[in-house]
């Protein structure tokens, strides 16, 4: 019995000095902030006018400008300048200014000669030509534009496809002008005659442009803008446009008509209203 007993103290003593094995904490499991949804990417198809570009025009007018007599005029004064339909070169330069407006730089240049009789006694910038004489003109018109284009429409875009912009601008238009004429006075000696002048415009235009991108390859525009005074000079400027764009590039093909006539109380005022189709090449800045 006392061994038992014995034993039994032996054994409690024995198992209070083994440690206890220790608990293993549980891992931490950090709490994951929930994830912000990612901004919605605007298309590329609706972004092109974000982006810098340059093209190149050729566009091919259906008509010639024309040399009329005006307030001021003493005589007969009125020419149409005739010439062979050529391809008139030109170029656009677009810069954004912010995300939703273009600030444009337009230019073109058209040229052209003539060669005829004079039909009747004809004023053309102080020379007198006289009719049966043989005359040489020649013409050279110069325009630019300035254009600021402003989204009004909607407004945040928000990825909208179909946009509509105010058209706020300044355009310039020059003529220059040059005759030379031959022939012979009343006692059979050649004579000779020449005369040349100038004539230019600046105006401030306005209009609206919409445009809308079909696909992410094909975008369309449509914009007019003008000013218009009665018994002024006036202006009127207006062009539809699909855009295929392949790369850097895009492939533009459209047509356009442009109208312009100077001041009517001068001696000589130039009209001139250009419809005709055009294409041009455009690059983008990336």
Partial sequence: MRSLVVCALLWSCVYAQTPAPEAKPEPKTEAKAPA???PKAENDNVRWDSIPSIEIIGWLPRSNPKLREGKQGTGFGDLNFSSKTIPVPGALVSIPVSKSDVLRFAYFQTKGSLTGPVTVN???YGGTFVAGDSLTSKYTTQAAKISFESLFYPFPTEGAKLRFKSLWEVQYANVKSTFDSTGKDTSGNATTNSSKGSDYMV???LG???TYAASSRVHLDIRGSGFWLPHRANLGDAEATSSFRMG???????GRFYHFRTSPKKVQYVSATMPGAFVGLRWYFR
């Fill in 203 to 205: 105006l401030p235009s």
């Fill in 248 to 254: 850097p590039f895009d492939l533009v093909i459209g």
């Fill in 208 to 210: 609206m442009a919409m």
């Fill in 122 to 124: 004809t004023n053309l």
């Fill in 36 to 38: 912000k949804p990612e």
